[in-house]
């Protein structure tokens, strides 16, 4: 059975950084790009970042471009999304994704918030 | 970036009857490799979304035939046939020919 857990959301306040990790299990984690996609309360879907199978092609939405890295390790079948210079705006459920959205994880919450 | 755009935002179908929900896109999303690149993807409330159908008309797996995708290079529409209460949710339509990726509005099906 496919299942992708993310964790590391909390509350954090303006400015400051957080990791995100989504554990994959139940594919080989290593043939799938992965993308982070968020969603705000009460609002649509938003894309914020894909990564290719071996991690050779990276992108990012412009909302999080230069703030946000996304990174993978094949080895440990973990997604990584590293947050920086966090806004009110990056409020949002945070879910893991499998490439065409086959498979989601059922989020992790980022609150940002003085 | 691509705009998609999804009519209506909601629509209350009877049990049993059927519903179409349509989506636009800004751009072409048929690839030169002959696959149109549109999803549809189903929030049911409290949940994650799962996908339903992918690259304009082809069935997820575990997906009930009820669903149908269907459209053109820029129109697409979702169909359900015979809607039952477990179909309650917000339905999106997403590209994932180029990034961005990006996804419609929503349509919030509720029951009459």
């Known amino acids: 059975e496919v299942q992708l857990v993310e964790s590391g959301g909390g509350l954090v306040q303006p400015g400051r950084s957080l990791k995100l990790s989504c554990l994959a299990s139940?594919?080989?984690?290593?043939?799938?790009?992965m993308n982070w996609i968020r969603q705000a309360p009460g609002k649509g879907l938003e894309w914020v970042a894909s990564?290719?199978?071996?991690?050779?092609?990276?992108y990012y939405a412009d909302t999080v471009k230069g703030r946000f890295t996304i990174s993978r390790d094949n080895a440990k079948n973990t997604l990584y999304l590293q947050m920086t210079s966090l806004r009110s705006e990056d409020t949002a459920l945070y879910y893991c994704?499998?490439?065409?959205?086959?498979?989601w994880g059922q989020g992790t919450l980022v609150t940002v918030s003085s | 970036d691509i705009v998609m755009t999804q009519a209506p935002l909601s629509v209350s179908v009877t049990p049993g009857e059927s519903a179409s929900i349509s989506c636009r896109s800004s751009?072409?999303?048929?690839?030169?490799?002959?696959?149109?690149?549109v999803y549809w993807y189903l929030q049911k409330p409290g949940k994650s979304p799962q996908l339903l159908i992918y690259?304009?008309?082809n069935l997820a797996s575990g997906v009930p035939d009820r669903f149908s995708g269907s459209g053109s290079e820029t129109d697409f529409t979702l169909k359900i046939s015979r809607v039952e209460a477990e179909d309650v949710g917000i339905y999106y339509c997403?590209?994932?020919?180029?990034?961005?990726?990006?996804f419609g509005a929503g349509t919030k099906l509720e029951l009459k």
């Open positions: 690259r304009m008309s």
């Open positions: 751009k072409s999303l048929l690839h030169s490799n002959g696959i149109t690149y």
């Open positions: 139940g594919f080989t984690f290593s043939n799938y790009g």
């Open positions: 990564i290719s199978s071996s991690s050779s092609y990276i």
């Open positions: 997403g590209q994932l020919l180029e990034n961005p990726y990006t």
């Open positions: 994704a499998r490439t065409s959205g086959a498979y």
